[in-house]
């Protein structure tokens, strides 16, 4: 299992971490957590003009939540909720074996493919997309009150 699951590129995206660290003054953070594994992870955004400005993150998790939230922290600045949510949703059915390329311009995505196998394993990778939405919808309710 462990060969399958954490190969080099996902050990490579962990190991890059970027968009490591917290921001200082975000519009938002959110922390999240896996009951069934202990990972964590707190995500701060910042929103300009509905799209991300910047993206920090502290994560205390396996090896498969540090490469997705690596991934994220690279692609996500400049994005819009709508293709976040795109991406996650894209990256939710690879994982359930429904597609077979999650995203083409997030080529990174396909390191996660062996997790389809594992079904417990889906959350570690799906973890940062939560918290990125649900730190996106905070900072947009908070711009709009």
Known sequence: MAEDLYHKNVLRL???ATGAGRLAAPDASVTLSNPMCGDRITL???IADAHIAAIGHDVKACVLCQASA????????GQSRATLQAVADQV??????QLETAS???TEIDAFRPVAAYKSRHTCVLLPFRALLQAIDEAMARATS
């Not at 690596?70 to 600045?77: C, E, K, P, Q």
């Not at 939710?92 to 074996?97: D, I, K, S, T, V």
């Open 14 to 16: 962990a190991a890059e």
């Open 44 to 46: 701060d955004v910042r």
């Open 70 to 77: 690596s991934t994220i922290g690279r692609h996500a600045v």
């Open 92 to 97: 939710a059915a690879m994982l359930q074996q």
């Open 104 to 106: 083409d311009s997030w």
